[in-house]
């Protein structure tokens, strides 16, 4: 229904466009100016209403993608386990996976309480200019608060604000390019590690 609603409304655009371009090509002639000039500038405004920033929104994106975003480990689970001889055995996986939310449904940390060590973290924060949000996980040892893993991500759009769909779909990006599943397995393969054992 959703899907219909847009192709309706882009083709009315659409309709509406072309209307204008034909109006001020139209004008142009009447008037003895150059009806190519006419023509293309009011095509190009009337492109520019909807997409003036799509152009820079791909740019930032892939710009933060490449200077910001990846995975980071700071300790792998055989280091955390020397460094805490035996607690390893006595951790167990919390049930239902409570947590708790600081914050707001736009910026908002959310924090998983693995066992009664471990924490996975989940942080949004945006958005900045061009329509751009930041997404960090982390896996934190609570009682020390050292970062053990960090993950950082960039999407584009609404941020899924509240679950609506993407009015402006053309600006909407899941995350980087590149690595983003892999380093979501390798958060989720991380954690599950330090998760415990089911009670």
């Given at each position: 229904?959703?899907?219909?609603a847009y192709?309706?409304?882009?083709?009315?655009?659409?309709?509406i466009?072309?209307?204008?371009?034909l109006?001020?090509?139209?004008h142009?002639r009447?008037?003895?100016?150059?009806?190519?000039?006419?023509?293309?500038?009011?095509a190009?405004?009337?492109?520019?209403i909807?997409?003036?920033?799509?152009?820079?929104?791909v740019v930032m994106?892939?710009?933060?993608c490449?200077?910001q975003?990846?995975f980071w480990?700071?300790?792998t689970v055989?280091?955390?386990?020397?460094?805490?001889?035996?607690?390893?055995e006595?951790?167990?996986?919390?049930?239902g996976?409570?947590?708790?939310?600081q914050?707001?449904m736009?910026n908002?940390?959310?924090?998983?309480f693995?066992?009664q060590?471990?924490?996975?973290?989940?942080k949004k924060?945006?958005p900045?200019?061009?329509?751009?949000?930041r997404?960090?996980?982390?896996?934190v040892?609570?009682n020390t608060n050292?970062?053990?893993i960090r993950?950082?991500?960039?999407?584009t759009?609404?941020?899924?604000?509240?679950?609506?769909?993407?009015?402006?779909?053309?600006l909407h990006s899941n995350?980087c390019?590149?690595g983003?599943a892999?380093?979501?397995?390798?958060?989720y393969?991380y954690?599950k590690?330090l998760?415990g054992?089911?009670?």
């Open positions: 229904m959703i899907g219909l192709l309706l409304a882009f083709g009315l655009y659409i309709l466009s072309v209307v204008v371009v109006c001020a090509i139209g142009a009447k008037y003895g100016k150059s009806a190519k000039r006419w023509g293309w500038g009011a190009l405004v009337m492109y520019l909807p997409f003036w920033d799509w152009i820079p929104t994106h892939q710009y933060y490449a200077t975003a990846g480990v700071y300790k055989d280091q955390w386990k020397a460094e805490n001889p035996g607690v390893m006595t951790l167990v996986m919390n049930k996976a409570p947590s708790i939310r914050g707001d736009v908002y940390t959310d924090t998983y693995l066992n060590r471990i924490n996975w973290l989940i924060t945006g900045f200019l061009f329509n751009r949000w997404w960090e996980e982390s896996v040892d609570s050292e970062v053990l993950f950082v991500d960039f999407s759009g609404n941020g899924h604000i509240g679950g609506e769909p993407e009015l402006r779909f053309w995350g390019v590149g983003n892999a380093n979501h397995a390798q958060v393969e954690r590690q998760s054992r089911t009670k």
